[in-house]
């Protein structure tokens, strides 16, 4: 039988505690137990990038860490804009850029966008390419995504 | 019909499922949970190819929290499945094909109960040779992966005198041509819920390209009338042609019959690799003859594809390649052969081109080669061939719909990146191992299934309370975007705001069945079913105000939302009043219904079916590559495509289209490939099956469009999903030919196969000068 564990962690502003299983992965707690689907599983091994959350201001894989890890964390997720206003204008100019098709790949590059926008709100084209390399899409070519986040920049820094 | 007096078509639309997509809101089936759910796990065989001689799941099903064990025993109807040859089992009973065959499933009230019981299941095989080479496979001496043997399908398809016309060539050339499998790479994988709901229906929830197939698939495997199964698909987080099979769906059906309880399938990334559906990988051996002025006068092709252990749409996808393999060129003299091979190397199915990307990898070099061999400016060779319409095509059709070859190839002198190439390609004088290169191909793709196929699209519109309107059409968008189309083409229709359009997608219980998502057809065949039933419901909509203003129908006009008076505009009945009015007499709101049957060509080709096709959508592909001499590695690092879409409905939608298939073909043209040895993949994940990533893109791609309007269409529009990947791995080849002066033969081109190659050529220049 695997151990419980009891965890405290803010999510999206809210304070939570839970007992989850040492072994749970913070994904499934996110999806399964906390009810937020909108960090998506592509891969479960920390390739594709689909479960970017913010952990303590630093984007992460959610499948690539522990539930017990999370104890005392602040973690973001795609709908945490209460905590996290410029998420409003990164998801916004996605849409208006045309930056969305099939939608999966979309939460984690927007976390993604948001990382490299807190700790650079003006970065260079490179850098924006950079910044989401983390983060598959099989759609879009990531052309209009690249547009997305320089426009979200440009529209976060007026 | 001039674009600037629509409100909504041609206009850059953003998606409309785009915000609560952009949000995390919206529910992938993959979000779904149902109360009570029980978790489903598949098994999956031991063995690329083996008879099975023993399953005991005794232990599996005494272990506590374990609900049902399921076996070929169980599946109640047809022990198969496949969408043109139900080949493939349930679940197996006496043999395994390939590595992802399923042997068994359980449900349990865990995830991790659901594996452990996987473990406690005991099957007894006896290992069989595997079959991993086409071209061994086809030999009478082969083992067979099938009773019937390995050939699941051998086209030919001969047009002219090709022996003759080879005679008369001033120049032959011959080469073989080889294309990798490639993995769709969706990124959500296939995993889907199901439970019994309301009127004891079965209601399944997973990613798909067709439900109303599923559906009739799952009903013959269940034994249960298809009106007891629904379907549900949208959204779905990619496709590709990787959906458009079952995959999951009959063993999730199968363990909710049994347990009457809800359960959820969640497959792994490695699990989906192994177990579904991949890009064909061809071996093509070509002999191209012509004129020394650049006319092409024979073409002799035979493709093998393997197409893995089960049929699926195999044997379409190698007539496909047939109908493409000369390009969209006039030849009148063509000897085309295709085999569709079984082995035990996965599966392989239906993909974005169906067979095209690998033959126009094989006819645009061939086109180079000869063009550069003729001295011929290769954009004017290509024209020189192009089909054009009223041309009769290499499998004997003649093209009476839009044909954009010419405007497409003048279309390519458009582009910033033709404009300004000589100054791309000046030479890197600090590091002269980096090497530029340009190149271009040219491709074509079909609309529709072809000749022979029931083809057609169907359209619900159902009017709503708030005065809007609903749209349901049996379709799936993964992400092409037709949702947010048919919504511009229903509120340009209907004369209303489109945001008092609402588009249902991909639902048994509440779309018109309009065939697969699939063949580049769902803007055109949807589009057009849309159309028809809104004439439908604009008459309703008339007739009820003729009514109610005591006037004549022909009086009437619709205007932002209004039915109003031709000579008096302000007097005017709004759709909401309408729609109240209904409700006051009969309670209810009307609904009309649109279908449209696709327009055929007017001959079939004989052994061939589904050829030909009748409308295409025609493209260019531009690419400046840069090849590091000391590694081999290419870099693409501009990129453009000209493309004939017929008009526009979406800009936006369709840029979207031409970057996303740049990028898939490129990936395709230069590092994916799934490596198989023995039956066995060894690429199953992102960090071993490589796909192009944000840094791996040119820094522009650009999309010009030529308009080559197809009258059939839907305000004259085509489905272009496909054509858009189809000629860039080759353009991308001959760039690197361009750069280094290696012909590529090999899709795709790798680092290892570039280095190796020039390692060869060099060797090759030291033997000629000692």
New interface residues.
């Given amino acids: 039988m695997v151990q419980t564990m009891d965890i405290s962690f803010a999510l999206n502003g809210k304070e939570y505690k839970l007992s989850v299983p040492a072994n749970a992965v913070l994904l499934d707690i996110i ?2 137990k906390m ?11 920390g ?2 990038g ?1 479960c970017t959350i913010l952990f303590n201001g630093r984007s992460v894989n959610a499948c690539l860490i522990l539930a017990p890890q999370a104890d005392g964390a602040e973690i973001v ?3 945490g ?1 209460d905590v996290e206003r410029k998420l409003l204008s990164i ?2 100019a ?3 850029e ?1 930056a ?8 984690g590059m ?1 976390m993604s966008s948001l990382y490299l926008l807190n700790k650079n709100p003006n970065p260079s ?1 490179s850098e ?3 910044g ?15 547009k997305a986040v320089e426009r979200a920049s440009k529209d976060i820094g007026k | 019909m001039i674009m600037e007096d629509f409100k909504y078509i041609g206009k850059s639309v953003p998606r409309i499922d785009a915000a609560d997509k952009a949000s995390g809101k919206i529910k992938y089936m993959s979000d779904l949970n149902f109360p009570g759910m029980l978790f489903g796990k598949i098994l999956r065989a031991k063995y690329p190819h083996a008879l099975i001689k023993k399953i005991d799941t005794s232990q599996a099903k005494a272990l506590p929290g374990v609900v049902a064990v399921v076996t070929w025993e169980d599946v109640p109807g047809l022990n198969g499945f496949g969408i043109v040859t139900p080949d493939q089992p349930v679940l197996c009973k006496d043999k395994v094909r390939y590595i992802g065959d399923a042997v068994a499933a359980i449900a349990a009230e865990t995830k991790e109960l659901a594996e452990k019981a996987l473990t406690l299941i005991d099957v007894e095989y006896e290992p069989l040779p595997v079959v991993d080479d086409p071209i061994k496979a086809i030999q009478s001496d082969s083992p067979k992966v099938h009773d019937d043997g390995n050939i699941h399908l051998h086209t030919k398809v001969v047009r002219g005198d090709v022996r003759k016309a080879f005679e008369e060539a001033d120049l032959v050339i011959e080469h073989i041509y080889c294309t990798g499998e490639q993995e769709h790479a969706f990124l959500e994988i296939e995993t889907g819920i199901a439970r019994i709901e309301e009127d004891d229906i079965l209601t399944i929830y997973a990613g798909s390209q067709y439900p109303q197939r599923d559906q009739m698939q799952l009903s013959r495997c269940l034994a249960l009338n298809p009106c007891k199964i629904r379907v549900v698909s949208y959204p779905v987080g990619g496709a590709f042609g990787g959906k458009d099979e079952l995959t999951i769906q009959p063993i999730l059906g199968l363990l909710v019959l049994k347990t009457k309880r809800p359960v959820k399938m969640v497959m792994t990334r490695e699990e989906s690799v192994i177990s579904y559906w991949k890009r064909h990988p061809m071996i093509m051996k070509y002999k191209t003859g012509v004129k020394k002025d650049g006319t092409l006068v024979a073409n002799k092709v035979i493709i093998y594809a393997d197409t893995g252990a089960y049929a699926s749409l195999g044997g379409p996808v190698v007539n496909l390649a047939i109908e493409h393999a000369c390009g969209p060129y006039k030849l009148s003299n063509v000897d085309i052969e295709g085999y569709c091979i079984y082995t035990n190397n996965g599966v392989s199915g239906a993909f974005r081109g169906f067979g095209v990307p690998e033959t126009a990898f094989a006819i645009e070099t061939q086109m180079d080669i000869i063009a550069e061999k003729l001295g011929i400016n290769p954009i004017e060779l290509r024209k020189k061939n192009a089909l054009q319409k009223g041309d009769i095509a290499p499998v004997g059709n003649k093209l009476t719909t839009s044909v954009g070859t010419v405007a497409v190839l003048d279309g390519i002198s458009k582009t910033k990146l033709w404009k300004e190439r000589e100054k791309y390609l000046v030479k890197n004088t600090k590091k002269p191992w980096i090497k530029r290169g340009f190149g271009f191909a040219l491709t074509y793709q079909g609309t529709g299934l072809g000749v022979g196929l029931p083809d057609y699209g169907g359209a619900i519109l159902r009017f709503c309370e708030n005065g809007g309107f609903e749209v349901g059409v049996g379709l799936v968008d993964y992400g092409q975007g037709i949702g947010t189309s048919y919504a511009q083409i229903a509120a340009e229709m209907m004369k209303c705001p489109i945001d008092k359009i609402k588009v249902v997608l991909g639902d048994t219980a509440l779309t018109a069945d309009s065939g697969p998502t699939s063949a580049s057809r769902g803007l055109y065949l949807g589009g057009k079913a849309t159309i028809i039933a809104a004439e439908k419901m604009m008459t309703v909509l008339k007739e009820k105000t003729s009514e109610m203003l005591k006037v004549s129908v022909d009086n009437l006009d619709a205007e932002n939302g209004y039915i109003c008076m031709k000579n008096q505009p302000e007097k005017k009945i709004s759709y909401e009043e309408i729609a109240a009015q209904f409700m006051k007499e009969t309670d209810h709101l009307p609904e009309t219904e649109g279908y449209f049957l696709m327009p055929l060509a007017d001959m079939k080709v004989e052994n061939a079916f589904g050829l030909p096709h009748h409308i295409f959508a025609f493209s260019a592909h531009l690419a400046l590559v840069e090849v590091n001499t000391l590694t081999g590695q290419t870099k693409v690092l501009k990129g453009a495509e000209v493309i004939d879409a017929g008009d526009v409905i979406n800009r936006q939608g369709l840029e979207a289209q031409s970057e996303g298939g740049f990028v898939m073909g490129m990936g395709y043209g230069l590092f994916e490939n799934m490596i198989i040895e023995k039956g066995i993949f060894k690429t199953t994940n992102f960090s071993t099956y490589i796909i192009p990533s944000a840094e791996d893109i040119p820094s522009d791609i650009e999309t010009v469009t030529v308009t080559d309007p197809e009258e059939t269409g839907p305000y004259r529009a085509k489905g272009v999903a496909e054509t858009v990947m189809c000629a860039t791995a080759p353009a991308i080849t001959n760039a690197i030919y361009n750069a280094v002066g290696l012909r590529i033969f090999k899709l795709p081109a790798t680092s290892e196969l570039v280095y190796t190659l020039l390692e060869k050529k060099e060797e090759k220049c030291n033997e000629s000068t000692n």
């Fill in positions: 999806r399964d009810h937020l689907t909108g960090t998506k599983e592509g891969c479960g091994r390739e594709c689909a997720t795609v709908e804009a998801q916004k996605f849409v208006e045309g969305i098709q099939c939608g999966f790949c979309t939460p927007i084209i924006i390419r950079e989401i390399s983390g983060n598959l899409c099989r759609c879009t070519g990531y052309v209009k995504i690249i």
